[in-house]
């Protein structure tokens, strides 16, 4: 009797622990992963040794998504698939990670082991139009393969999903992804050539040092999402794989001369010196490179450390009633939860970045827009500005010019890229982008068309904003506006922030059944100008709206830009006056 369950025990844990995938045609999308077991080789024997071993030697994996950090292990994963449905069955086998270096795929095809091999150091292929990596898998009905997954990466950190997916889903997934790093990238580059006017006008090294960490930050993620692969050549590339180490030092070679200046730690004499050491260590860590060693966990950690030294000096600077500290306290506090979570990632610990996708491409476009602002805000209150007025016209001038041709590379490079791929869902969320992009290209020409640079109308202005907000949500919510007020150029930027977060989050989460109006009123009382946007929803608590990002732009600019205070209720709808 204790044979028998004994027996029944081991066929159970034979069957519970088994790593064979059952999949159909009506199989869109599954998660393997979880199917598959692992075997780390620390010495590099390669298949002929692996395929010997017994499924002892190997572990289940229990997760859906894998992440080893650093290693320079290889990684075997062992898996089974078999198509049980009655037709031959083609998919992909997708590997979510984009930037590994080696992926061989080992299975047995007429009795003998058949291999592909794939990653960043073996497919250098500029026709393929997805980022990650994938193999096609072959089934005849009822048939069964063994595959064995090896996975090498020294350039980069190795962590994965491993999905079986319809082909026709997974080139949906992959443009919808690329279409966001697009616009994401394209964002921070117009914020790269607006940084880099100002210098050529000011000569201001600020402006300088600025302009490259924003435009190696920009390098370095476009290298680790792939993107790369759309304006480098081939060659470069290839070489591009392994700067990634250099793209972090000389970040921080711009972070701590830009902060240094902006900070101007040069007052603190303990904090600038000590502060300068760093340098030292980025060159040591340069030197080391030279001898075939690539320490890339170590320069992360490295960035971790001066990204949160910088903020610590900006909390002190602050209280030292420095005037450039407040930006710095909240650009940069964006900055370092964003960078930390992401280095905690490719380092294999918690991150908010396995919840929030994008989390860290979003905190960086709001450092971005905040220092970009404080860089501007700066700018006005030179009187340099005053002294070279006709040359800054002609940049900005030229600037719009560049931006607006940048914004419509943008759409048609992607219109034309995905045409073949159309559906209704992606041409939806393609208008969507447009619309966006088109707007903002609309008000930028107003705000920087005009002969005088200084004053706008404001009720143009605001009226084309509504518009496009309303073209875009494609709700049929009434709105209606009563500006009798004008507002000068800046202003009227900081007014049309607040407003379109404002009258966005109503569309969004204000109407139940999409009905309802939204009001805009703009006068002037008292020699204040007062802002009221209400509407007619189901209001919310601001109190409570702690993860808002966009809520918490708007506060700091109706206090430190405008220098005003508002006013908020939420008995009938939301309510919000603005008095500045």
Not at 198 to 218: E, H, N, Q, R, V
């Amino acid at each position: 009797m204790n044979k028998i369950i004994l027996l029944v025990t081991i066929f159970f844990n034979s069957f519970l622990f088994s790593n064979e995938v059952s999949i159909s045609t009506n199989t869109p999308n599954l998660s393997i992963l979880n199917y598959a077991k692992i075997y780390i080789d620390q010495n590099h024997k390669g298949f002929n040794y692996i395929k010997k071993l017994d499924n002892s030697n190997f572990k289940q994996i229990d997760n859906k998504f894998l992440n080893l950090s650093y290693t320079k292990n290889d990684i075997w994963l062992k898996f089974s698939i078999k198509n049980i449905s009655s037709k031959s069955i083609s998919k992909y086998l997708v590997i979510k990670n984009q930037f590994i270096d080696t992926l061989c795929l080992y299975y047995i095809d007429n009795n003998t082991y058949t291999m592909k091999t794939k990653g960043t150091l073996h497919e250098i292929n500029y026709d393929r139009k997805t980022l990650n990596f994938f193999f096609d898998i072959n089934l005849k009905s009822n048939e069964k393969k063994i595959y064995y997954l090896q996975i090498h990466s020294i350039s980069s950190p190795i962590f994965f999903s491993l999905n079986i997916m319809d082909k026709e889903l997974y080139y949906e997934e992959e443009l919808i992804h690329q279409v966001i790093l697009a616009s994401v990238f394209g964002a921070l580059f117009i914020l790269i050539i607006y940084n880099a006017f100002i210098y050529l006008f000011t000569k201001d090294s600020i402006y300088l040092y600025y302009t490259a960490m924003i435009f190696f930050t920009a390098l370095n993620h476009l290298s680790y999402t792939d993107m790369n692969r759309y304006i480098l050549s081939k060659t470069l590339y290839q070489y591009d794989i392994f700067l990634a180490l250099y793209y972090l030092l000389l970040i921080n070679i711009f972070v701590m001369l830009f902060f240094t200046k902006f900070l101007k730690l040069e007052k603190y004499k303990i904090i600038y010196n000590l502060f300068r050491l760093n340098y030292l260590i980025i060159f040591c860590i340069f030197l080391s490179t030279l001898v075939d060693y690539y320490p890339m966990d170590l320069v992360v950690n490295f960035s971790v450390y001066i990204i949160l030294s910088v903020f610590l000096i900006a909390l002190y600077t602050l209280y030292k009633k420095e005037n450039n500290a407040k930006f710095i306290v909240i650009g940069w506090g964006f900055y370092t939860l964003g960078t930390i979570n992401f280095a905690l990632f490719v380092l294999g610990y918690n991150s908010m970045l396995y919840e929030y996708k994008y989390f860290y491409e979003v905190t960086l476009l709001l450092e971005a827009i905040i220092f970009s602002v404080a860089l501007a805000n700066k700018l006005n209150t030179t009187e340099q500005l005053k002294a070279q007025l006709n040359t800054n016209e002609i940049l900005t001038k030229e600037l719009h010019h560049r931006v607006k041709n940048n914004m419509q590379l943008i759409i048609s490079m992607y219109r034309l890229k995905l045409a073949k791929y159309s559906n209704v869902d992606i041409n939806n969320s393609l208008n969507e982008i447009e619309l966006t992009i088109q707007s903002m290209s609309k008000t930028h020409e107003m705000l920087y068309s005009n002969n005088d640079l200084k004053y706008i109308n404001t009720k143009d202005y605001i009226n084309d904003l509504l518009s496009k907000i309303k073209a875009i949500n494609h709700k049929d919510i009434t709105i209606n506006q009563d500006i009798q007020d004008s507002l000068d150029v800046e202003k009227s930027i900081y007014i049309g922030i607040i407003i379109n977060e404002l009258v966005t989050n109503s569309f969004k989460y204000a109407f139940i059944n999409n009905q309802g109006f939204i009001s805009i009123r703009m006068f002037q009382e008292n020699n204040k100008h007062i802002l009221i946007v209400e509407d007619s929803g189901i209001g919310f608590d601001i109190n409570k709206s702690t993860n808002s990002f966009g809520l918490e732009v708007v506060k700091i600019i109706i206090k430190d830009k405008l220098k005003g205070k508002y006013i908020f209720s939420s008995k009938n709808g939301s309510y919000f006056e603005i008095i500045f």
